[in-house]
């Protein structure tokens, strides 16, 4: 896969998708030329939106838990060492949506971390595509 190839060029670790358009949800090895990477993912039926995360391996052997919200926002805990990270990967809706959409989305992200009772020693991490306009 394309996107494996360029992660392991890049080194990067740890990738958050928007955008994904891939149906359902999941979790999939991919294989590049010389690493390994799972890939955990959430969509919805219409391929629409939907959001990923790229672990490489053997990182991807401490994902204990995986929250998948809704089709724009979705979480995976990472255990290293003596520390707990979650990652968030999220997709807000584009200006032109409805208030309502994006209202919810905003609910849903900032409620999520007390809703799952994510202990405040545990650090979180929020990748995405929030949407944002400066000025």
Known sequence: MEIAEMLE???IDICCLQETRWKSNGVC?????????KLFWNGQKTAKNDVGIFVKEPLAQEVPDIKRINSRLMWIKLRLEKQTIIIFSAYA???DESEEMKNDFWAALSMTPSQQSIPKS????????????VG
């Open 29 to 37: 090895h991919i294989n590049s030329d010389n690493e390994k990477y």
């Open 93 to 95: 809706p584009q200006t």
């Open 9 to 11: 060029r890049r080194r």
């Open 122 to 133: 545990e650090t979180i991490l929020i990748g995405g595509d929030l949407n944002g306009h």
